[in-house]
């Protein structure tokens, strides 16, 4: 999981198992920025992260969660005008097409967990400094 800037720089990377849901991730990998002092105003995300808890977590945070809402939602929480900054989302896709460049980590050579993301991490590293 990754969270990108407006600009589709890293500001955050983590991993975990296949089986866990995404919208459980998303605390856990804005935890481990590399900005420490500093958190999104407003995260983008798609179908799969409208959720009312993770609503609720990101508010306390201090962080407007922008999400389509999931076909089988009952009750509409965010109107259309919300949606509209839903169409830059893919520049956070532009960040993978980055980061799978690095043919380590598009083929999962490493086995070890700590080894893949610190992989992950220098990847980010060598974007961020492409960039300056």
């Known amino acids: 999981m990754a969270v990108a800037d407006r600009s589709g720089l890293p500001l955050a ?3 975990e198992s296949g089986q866990r ?3 459980k ?3 856990g990998t804005l935890k481990q920025s590399f900005l420490r002092r500093q958190l999104p105003k407003i995260l983008i995300g798609d ?4 959720s009312d808890p993770l609503d609720r977590e990101l508010a306390a945070m201090g962080i407007d969660m922008v999400s389509p809402h ?3 939602r009952r009750r509409k929480t965010q109107d259309g005008r ?4 839903y169409k830059r989302r893919w520049k956070v896709e532009r960040l993978f097409a980055w980061i799978f460049r690095f043919r380590r980590l598009v083929t999962r050579y490493e086995h070890k967990a700590e080894n893949f993301l610190g992989l992950l991490q220098l990847a980010c ?3 961020l400094w492409r960039q300056l």
Do not use: F, S
């Open 21 to 23: 849901n995404e919208q």
């Open 82 to 85: 919300k949606l509209r900054r």
């Open 25 to 27: 991730l998303v605390v």
């Open 70 to 72: 999931h076909p089988r």
């Open 47 to 50: 179908k799969a992260y409208d």
């Open 13 to 15: 990377v983590g991993i």
């Open 125 to 127: 590293a060598q974007i």
